[in-house]
């Protein structure tokens, strides 16, 4: 889970996005057309180069947008036709569409595409002085990039607020393992996926939280008290997790969950098996088309909604 920063970095942080300037010819490139690979990839490309000099200001990882452009991108080449703007979803929704980025990656594939998070301000994601990350998603790629293909909604990826049958395409990325009521985001899914419609969902998996426990343990710096102390802070004082790290009496370090809603190490490594995805995803009404990986730590699952009989 992303760690806040000081209440101070914050505010400078909204300022900052507040003031971006971004290129008119980048402008451009995100109002398409992208008729080939070759202009997908300049879209890409160009995004990336804009926003990697201000990652610090939407989130801790700096190769986040490189690594999320590339993922989508591979799987473009990994599924052929399921990312076609030559032949674009009708109605698209993206279930934790964070502060847009993602968006603008998808919006060649998506006639209108329809991006909700959570009503409410995501501790670490969001600046002060904006209420959601929706508000920050609106003025990126509505107000600065000028893209008409996407909005946004405040909404709980259980409760979209869409007609039944609206979309024809649902995509989330690292979201699912957020989530404590799957099944209430899968039945949200099926109510508002018309008949045949798809939905892809990239989630994280067992080795995701075997590296993370490999690289706790194996790291060139020990883990210190103060790292613990403040793990337990987050816990029991600012309620961001009920989990925190652990050292135990032999002295192997347990980390904390990844999942905000779970309590122990071994819950996150439970949900992160593929067949407790996998297995709801068919209990609600779906037929399984692919799962495959675009990178080691997670698994890409396309599923189609069946046809009514």
Request: proline residues 8%.
């Amino acid at each position: 889970m992303p760690q806040p920063h000081p209440n101070g970095q914050a505010q400078a942080a909204a300022e900052a996005i507040r003031a971006l300037e971004v290129p008119e010819s980048l402008r451009r490139l995100a109002q398409g057309p992208w008729a080939s690979e070759a202009d997908l990839m300049a879209f890409e490309d160009a995004l990336v180069r804009f926003f990697t000099p201000h990652a610090a200001l939407f989130n801790p990882y700096p190769t986040y947008f490189r690594t999320r452009a590339y993922e989508l991108r591979l799987l473009r080449h990994l599924a052929p036709g399921l990312l076609d703007p030559a032949r674009p979803y009708r109605a698209g929704v993206e279930l934790g569409c964070a502060f847009g980025f993602r968006s603008l990656l998808l919006s060649p594939y998506c006639e209108q595409l329809t991006g909700f998070d959570i009503p409410e301000r995501y501790v670490g994601c969001v600046p002060s002085s904006f209420d959601t990350s929706v508000d920050v998603a609106a003025l990126l790629v509505n107000g600065k990039l000028g893209s008409a293909r996407a909005r946004f909604a405040r909404r709980w990826p259980t409760d979209t607020g869409l007609p039944d049958g609206a979309a024809d395409f649902v995509y989330s990325e690292y979201l699912l393992e957020h989530a404590p009521d799957l099944p209430g985001v899968l039945r949200e899914c099926a109510r508002i996926l018309q008949p045949g419609g798809r939905m892809v969902h990239v989630v994280a998996n067992t080795t995701d939280t075997t590296l993370q426990f490999i690289d706790a343990n194996v790291r060139s710096s020990p883990v210190t008290v103060w790292e613990v102390a403040r793990s337990l802070v987050a816990k029991h004082l600012l309620r961001r997790s009920r989990s925190a790290m652990q050292i135990r009496p032999n002295g192997t370090i347990v980390p904390r969950c990844h999942s905000e809603f779970l309590s122990t190490f071994p819950q996150q490594i439970e949900l992160y098996r593929i067949e407790n995805t996998l297995f709801p995803i068919l209990e609600h009404g779906f037929r399984l088309e692919q799962v495959l990986a675009t990178r080691e730590h997670n698994n890409v699952i396309v599923a189609r909604k069946l046809e009514r009989p």
